[in-house]
């Protein structure tokens, strides 16, 4: 078997930062999402061991049950250092064998490829041990007392990174090694280093960065962004009803229910916003019309449009895809929708699981040259983006 140890119980003490740096947000999820998920999706990972810190657990607990991270086993308590925490993280595993691969990943480097794990794992299991890294490109110089001692040739030095991979018989001797002399070290082959046994380093990509600034963050970005590039696509969706005389019919927009206000006449609850935003992302994807799926549905006395919307959700998810912003455009001469902006945006940052920041409303009245604009009903516009969910 394999195991994956994923480090996240730092102090992000170089971001200043009052959370733990890995639940930072990276596009439109924690950073901790993108590296769980890549050892998650691994085909040669067969349990996932997170170490956190004690106020932290909560929060892994949460990403892993959002997200179903099914192969994530064990949620340990990190230790006052890194090396301490790895330890824990080994001992909590209780069904290893000598042979079977521990490999070591920080929580703060989510863009590690699984080619990159795979060939870990693999270079492990013949040598024992392996570590991930990659040529310097920079020039390198010792500098004694605030000027150059001397220039370092680097022709030979590897910028080490994660994951890490070492067998596990191999990793408790380290460890008691370790203990026995009192050793500290900043990385994980290092003890296996301290036993005069060979580490086998395998190249990875110059992207296998580890977070430690807000830089790095942007750097990590803008890199996603680029990997996230091939699956973009654009939707666009409307949707109008008009007023209902029905005084018990509530106005709902994007989920949110306006009080005092006359509702539409629909056989559901008339959800332009929400109706407009299935067509927006059904055209994306290739799928059909608002009324294919809600027609049946309205028969079975289903109305309620936020259902509708987890149909097209849905099948959003099955094709790997999520939202990238949402922009909707609302036509009505009546009511006064303006003051109701920030309730109707948290409702759908809600039911899309999307950031406030990437949901845009604007409003027209219309001037009285539509329906809309003479006040007998609302028509709602949107247009949306999709990216590949990484």
Same mark, same amino acid.
């Given at each position: 078997m394999n195991f994956a140890i994923i480090v996240a119980a730092g102090k992000s003490r170089r971001m200043k930062k009052s959370i733990n740096k890995v639940f930072l947000p990276l596009i439109s999820k924690p950073m901790i999402y993108y590296t769980?998920?890549?050892?998650?999706?691994?085909?040669?990972?067969?349990?996932i061991i997170v170490v956190a810190q004690k106020n932290d657990i909560k929060k892994i607990n949460e990403i892993k049950?959002?997200?179903?991270?099914?192969?994530?086993?064990?949620?340990?308590e990190g230790g006052i250092e890194r090396q301490d925490s790895v330890h824990k993280g080994l001992i909590s595993i209780k069904n290893a064998k000598n042979d079977d691969v521990i490999v070591v990943h920080n929580g703060s480097s989510p863009l590690v490829k699984e080619n990159e794990i795979v060939e870990c794992i693999n270079a492990a299991k013949k040598y024992g041990?392996?570590?991930?890294?990659?040529p310097l490109k920079d020039t390198i110089k010792k500098i004694s007392n605030d000027f150059v001692e001397k220039t370092i040739d680097r022709k030979d030095i590897y910028q080490v990174q994660t994951p890490q991979a070492i067998q596990y018989g191999l990793f408790?001797?380290?460890f008691?090694?370790?203990?026995?002399?009192?050793? #500290?070290?900043?990385?994980? !082959?290092? %003890?296996?280093?301290?036993?005069g046994k060979k580490v086998k380093i395998v190249p990875c990509s110059y992207e296998n960065i580890k977070i430690t600034t807000y830089e790095d963050l942007k750097i990590a970005e803008a890199i996603l962004?680029?990997?996230n590039n091939a699956g973009f696509r654009i939707g666009f969706g409307q949707d109008n009803h008009r007023f209902s005389n029905n005084k018990n019919k509530k106005l709902i927009l994007g989920g949110y229910i306006l009080p005092d206000e006359k509702g539409l006449e629909a056989d559901s609850d008339g959800d332009v916003i929400l109706h407009a935003l299935f067509n927006a992302i059904s055209t994306a994807i290739g799928e059909?019309?608002?009324?294919?799926?809600?027609?049946?549905?309205?028969?079975?006395?289903?109305?309620?449009? #936020?259902?509708?919307?987890? !149909?097209? %959700?849905?099948k959003l998810k099955q094709k790997n895809l999520e939202l990238n912003n949402v922009s909707i455009m609302i036509e009505a001469s009546k009511p006064k929708l303006e003051p109701h902006t920030n309730k109707i945006k948290d409702s759908l940052s809600k039911i899309l699981k999307l950031e406030k920041e990437r949901i845009g409303i604007a409003y027209t009245s219309g001037e009285k040259l539509t329906a809309f604009g003479r006040g007998e009903g609302i028509q709602g516009f949107a247009a949306i983006t999709l990216r590949d969910n990484i």
């Amino acid at each position: 078997m394999n195991f994956a140890i994923i480090v996240a119980a730092g102090k992000s003490r170089r971001m200043k930062k009052s959370i733990n740096k890995v639940f930072l947000p990276l596009i439109s999820k924690p950073m901790i999402y993108y590296t769980i998920k890549n050892f998650q999706e691994c085909n040669l990972i067969d349990e996932i061991i997170v170490v956190a810190q004690k106020n932290d657990i909560k929060k892994i607990n949460e990403i892993k049950q959002e997200y179903n991270f099914n192969k994530i086993k064990k949620i340990a308590e990190g230790g006052i250092e890194r090396q301490d925490s790895v330890h824990k993280g080994l001992i909590s595993i209780k069904n290893a064998k000598n042979d079977d691969v521990i490999v070591v990943h920080n929580g703060s480097s989510p863009l590690v490829k699984e080619n990159e794990i795979v060939e870990c794992i693999n270079a492990a299991k013949k040598y024992g041990a392996a570590v991930s890294g990659f040529p310097l490109k920079d020039t390198i110089k010792k500098i004694s007392n605030d000027f150059v001692e001397k220039t370092i040739d680097r022709k030979d030095i590897y910028q080490v990174q994660t994951p890490q991979a070492i067998q596990y018989g191999l990793f408790i001797e380290a460890f008691k090694n370790a203990k026995k002399k009192n050793l #500290k070290v900043t990385d994980d !082959v290092s %003890l296996v280093e301290a036993l005069g046994k060979k580490v086998k380093i395998v190249p990875c990509s110059y992207e296998n960065i580890k977070i430690t600034t807000y830089e790095d963050l942007k750097i990590a970005e803008a890199i996603l962004m680029k990997r996230n590039n091939a699956g973009f696509r654009i939707g666009f969706g409307q949707d109008n009803h008009r007023f209902s005389n029905n005084k018990n019919k509530k106005l709902i927009l994007g989920g949110y229910i306006l009080p005092d206000e006359k509702g539409l006449e629909a056989d559901s609850d008339g959800d332009v916003i929400l109706h407009a935003l299935f067509n927006a992302i059904s055209t994306a994807i290739g799928e059909r019309s608002l009324g294919y799926y809600s027609d049946e549905m309205c028969r079975k006395g289903i109305a309620d449009s #936020k259902e509708y919307l987890k !149909v097209i %959700l849905n099948k959003l998810k099955q094709k790997n895809l999520e939202l990238n912003n949402v922009s909707i455009m609302i036509e009505a001469s009546k009511p006064k929708l303006e003051p109701h902006t920030n309730k109707i945006k948290d409702s759908l940052s809600k039911i899309l699981k999307l950031e406030k920041e990437r949901i845009g409303i604007a409003y027209t009245s219309g001037e009285k040259l539509t329906a809309f604009g003479r006040g007998e009903g609302i028509q709602g516009f949107a247009a949306i983006t999709l990216r590949d969910n990484i």
